[in-house]
């Protein structure tokens, strides 16, 4: 039987779906699952049977998910702080994940006729080389073409880049941090912090968390759209700039005629994109690589 698919609404919850999804919906949320090892100390279970319960809520998140039409979602299952923890406890997590992830990805081709797609991504040691190689190419590709650099070329460089940010970011167990959890995608996110326990999230959990997100929507976005919009008149004011200087240089008034300058600013932005293409290609083989070493050493 499928992990995620078995089981179906209630009536009841399938009414209150249907009256939140009259609202805006988020279509990507990420959950920071916290609270395990509490659940497993207050139900008097092992603390190996809590996380065991928080995988297996992992995969009713999804189904109720699902069921609300939101077809991302992201999920801190590990950090690199969790290491730390008795070789036990990794060791007991690391085996949990190997099996209940390896469940989920048997059941991709299935949910990919819903149009569900499902990442599991590997967080810390990905991080320290995008930021490493980020900086030594960026500098050596931008070093004169500062305008290259930006805050949207950091996003496509994130491995997180093919995904839109969070709409709705979810932490349970009281516990109001994001402990380096997606920092930069959630900029504009909205935050909820819910008391409950992971292993006892519930469909009404996710709904109040929703409702949350539906109340703040039109702050959100607004913000969400200025942030945009001031970028592009950031990057377009440099631009300008960059031609004028160009321009200078070439022996034309500070201003040229419009139609010189339209056409450099033109070539200006093609050529960057090109460098830009070049570059993430670039960071996307070394990430290959990297990968490919990783497997290596560890099989
Ligand atoms: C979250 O629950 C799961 C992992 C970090 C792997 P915890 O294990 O942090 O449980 P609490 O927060 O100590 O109760
Ligand atoms: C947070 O782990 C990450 C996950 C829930 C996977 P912790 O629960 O150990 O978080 P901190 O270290 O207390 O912030
Ligand atoms: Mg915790």
């Given at each position: 039987m499928s992990w995620i698919r078995e089981g179906e609404l209630t009536i009841l919850e399938r009414f209150c779906a249907n009256i939140i999804k009259a609202g805006p919906m988020p279509k990507h949320v990420a959950f920071i699952m916290d609270g395990n090892r509490r659940y497993a100390q207050k139900c008097h279970v092992e603390r190996q049977q809590g996380h065991s319960q928080g995988f297996d809520k992992l995969a009713q998140t999804l189904r109720w998910c699902l069921n609300l039409g939101i077809r991302e979602v992201t999920v801190?299952?590990?950090?690199?702080?969790?290491?730390?923890?008795?070789k036990e406890e990794v060791d007991g997590l690391m085996d949990l994940a190997r099996q209940k992830f390896s469940r989920l990805l048997e059941e991709q081709e299935s949910l990919k006729k819903h149009g569900v797609c499902i990442r599991v991504l590997g967080d810390l040691p990905l991080l320290p080389l995008d930021i490493q190689e980020l900086i030594a190419q960026a500098v050596l590709a931008t070093r004169n073409y500062n305008n290259d650099v930006s805050e949207s070329l950091l996003d496509k460089c994130?491995?997180?880049?093919?995904s839109p940010d969070p709409d709705l970011l979810i932490r349970t167990?009281?516990?109001?941090?994001?402990?380096?959890?997606?920092l930069w995608q959630t900029s504009h996110s909205c935050l909820v912090f819910q008391s409950v326990l992971w292993p006892e999230y519930s469909f009404w959990n996710l709904c109040e968390a929703i409702l949350r997100f539906q109340m703040n929507y039109n702050a959100l976005q607004k913000a969400r759209d200025s942030y945009m919009e001031e970028r592009r008149r950031q990057q377009m004011e440099r631009d300008q700039a960059y031609v004028t200087k160009k321009l200078q240089q070439e022996?034309?008034?500070?201003?040229?005629d419009s139609w010189r300058r339209r056409t450099l600013l033109q070539k200006c932005t093609a050529m960057r994109e090109e460098r830009i293409q070049g570059f993430l290609q670039a960071l996307e083989h070394k990430r290959a690589d990297f990968f490919e070493r990783l497997c290596t050493v560890s099989a």
């Open positions: 801190y299952a590990f950090s690199i702080e969790n290491f730390k923890r008795s994130l491995y997180t880049n093919n167990s009281g516990e109001v941090r994001l402990s380096d959890f997606l022996g034309f008034a500070s201003h040229g």
